[in-house]
């Protein structure tokens, strides 16, 4: 008998997660949902998966789930009934450590998340940590997910010891470094080799991922900031980082095989704009058959777009892009 998971996602990548889950013969995919692909788990390396935010062991399935009060009920007997060790299935319980839930919804209702944490926590373990009021459950204690989505739930326990978004390379960080899950989703959409660039590097994480799914190929991050080089080498001390501007990449032309970028696109600094030198570089330096991988707020102005995903990411919703420059 398999275990059933669900891997938690990106908005937008789901079919990504799925796609890599299959490829990777993990395991059989059963429903993609929203932020969710459930899967039953025929294969080892679950927890490497590097496009999902996380994986959770299903420990069970409510339906019925309304937007009343009532359904409260419904989700703290349905906890109450679940074989918690059994669940865990190898994965260590520390003993003392106690529960912690964390609970969303989509759509309006009678009751909110801390309401469903508050229901569900106690009936899974003791002590049941809370999270209302901002209080943050200590380290060690078991992880627990609740999500809900039209009339059904879901009721599961975190995989690892961590969120796998939370990558053990990011030890430091700069102002606007990329979700590592949604950089992992740019590498497998470019399908790395030869030489990849990012030429708006920041901390690194993009080719950090690339470099993860294809150790054969060739890196080079550029950003015109000292601090975030400083960041990408501490990052990925192994990847080869320079100080250059986007605007004059410093290779020569038609040398890259891939680009992987995400540009700065807020209203103060609009490098992500169709007019930006940035795309003329990235023309001149791509090789015949290259390709470029960016997330931008929109597709610049003499690209075509070979694979467009929207997603929806801390409340903006850009466009992850694989383009190739437009010849018509």
Same mark, same amino acid.
């Not at 062991?57 to 789930?65: N, Q, R």
């Not at 900031?225 to 100080?243: D, F, H, Q, S, V």
């Not at 102005?301 to 929207?310: K, P, Q, S, Y």
């Given at each position: 008998m398999h275990t059933l998971a669900v891997a938690r996602s990106v908005h937008g990548i789901e079919h990504l997660v799925a796609t890599e889950i299959r490829h990777a013969g993990l395991g059989i995919v059963r429903e993609v949902r929203h932020r969710e692909v459930w899967f039953e788990i025929t294969g080892p390396g679950a927890? =490497?998966?590097? #496009?999902?935010?996380?994986?959770? !062991?299903?420990?069970?399935?409510?339906?019925?789930?309304?937007?009343?009060?009532?359904?409260?009920?419904?989700?703290?007997?349905?906890?109450?009934?679940?074989?918690?060790?059994?669940?865990?299935?190898?994965?260590p319980l520390g003993p003392g450590s106690g529960v912690e839930v964390s609970a969303s919804f989509l759509g309006r209702r009678a009751y909110n998340r801390y309401d469903i944490e508050d229901a569900v926590g106690p009936e899974l373990g003791r002590p049941y940590h809370a999270r209302r009021e901002g209080r943050v459950p200590p380290a060690g204690a078991a992880s627990w997910r609740v999500t809900v989505e039209g009339e059904r739930a879901v009721?599961?326990?975190?995989?690892?010891?961590?969120?796998?978004?939370?990558?053990?390379?990011?030890?430091?960080?700069?102002?606007?470094? #990329?979700?590592?899950?949604?950089?992992?989703?740019?590498?497998?959409?470019?399908?790395?080799?030869?030489?990849?660039?990012?030429?708006?590097?920041?901390?690194?994480?993009?080719?950090?991922?690339?470099?993860?799914?294809?150790?054969?190929?060739?890196? *080079?991050?550029?950003?015109?900031?000292?601090?975030?080089?400083?960041?990408?080498?501490?990052?990925?001390?192994?990847?080869?980082?320079?100080?250059? %501007?986007?605007?004059?990449?410093? *290779?020569?032309?038609?040398?890259?095989?891939?680009v992987l970028v995400n540009p700065p696109w807020q209203r103060?600094?609009? !490098?992500?704009?169709?007019?930006?030198?940035?795309?003329?570089?990235?023309?001149?330096? !791509?090789? %015949?058959?290259?390709?470029?991988?960016?997330?931008?707020?929109?597709?610049p102005?003499?690209?075509?777009?070979? =694979?467009?995903?929207?997603v929806s990411l801390f409340g903006r919703h850009p466009i992850l892009a694989m383009m190739t420059p437009d010849k018509s």
């Open positions: 927890l =490497e998966l590097r #496009l999902a935010d996380d994986v959770l !062991l299903v420990g069970a399935v409510v339906d019925g789930v309304g937007p009343r009060r009532d359904a409260l009920r419904r989700l703290a007997s349905a906890a109450a009934g679940i074989d918690v060790h059994a669940v865990a299935a190898g994965r009721i599961a326990l975190r995989a690892g010891a961590r969120p796998l978004h939370r990558r053990a390379y990011k030890v430091r960080s700069v102002p606007g470094t #990329l979700h590592p899950p949604l950089a992992a989703a740019m590498a497998y959409l470019a399908e790395p080799k030869g030489l990849v660039i990012d030429p708006c590097c920041g901390a690194g994480t993009t080719l950090i991922e690339a470099a993860a799914l294809a150790p054969e190929a060739r890196t *080079l991050g550029f950003d015109r900031c000292g601090e975030a080089i400083a960041a990408a080498a501490a990052n990925g001390p192994r990847l080869a980082w320079a100080r250059a %501007d986007a605007g004059r990449v410093p *290779l020569p032309s038609g040398s890259v095989d891939r103060q600094v609009r !490098l992500a704009g169709s007019g930006h030198r940035l795309w003329a570089e990235l023309r001149r330096v !791509l090789a %015949d058959g290259g390709r470029v991988v960016a997330l931008v707020p929109e597709v102005r003499g690209w075509a777009v070979l =694979e467009r995903v929207d």
